[in-house]
């Protein structure tokens, strides 16, 4: 598959994204001292799609990203800056 221009670009920073977002997974869940099967229960979910969110293969909704950070016992903070 050929990609151009912007597309790629958009591909790419969803990559960076996804693999930004499965680190803070994996961080806050070791932290946490939680395997991945358990995070996987905890969500209704499988250590298979935890070990696909932390590895950057996968990005989760950002309802599923709460779920995750709330079932590993994080509070999540947004701002915005003006």
């Given at each position: 598959?050929?990609?151009?221009?912007?597309?790629?670009?958009?591909?790419?920073?969803?990559?960076?994204?996804?693999?930004?977002?499965?680190?803070?997974?994996?961080?806050?869940?070791k932290k946490a001292h939680i395997t991945q099967a358990e995070l996987g229960?905890?969500?209704?979910?499988?250590?298979?799609?935890?070990?696909?969110?932390?590895?950057?293969?996968?990005?989760?909704?950002?309802?599923?990203?709460?779920?995750?950070?709330?079932?590993?016992?994080?509070?999540?903070?947004?701002?915005?800056?003006?």
């Amino acid at each position: 598959m050929i990609m151009e221009g912007s597309l790629k670009y958009e591909v790419i920073e969803s990559q960076a994204d996804a693999v930004y977002t499965g680190q803070i997974v994996e961080d806050a869940r070791k932290k946490a001292h939680i395997t991945q099967a358990e995070l996987g229960r905890r969500i209704g979910s499988d250590k298979a799609y935890i070990s696909r969110i932390e590895n950057g293969k996968t990005e989760p909704k950002v309802s599923t990203f709460f779920r995750i950070m709330n079932a590993i016992g994080c509070n999540i903070e947004i701002s915005m800056e003006l």
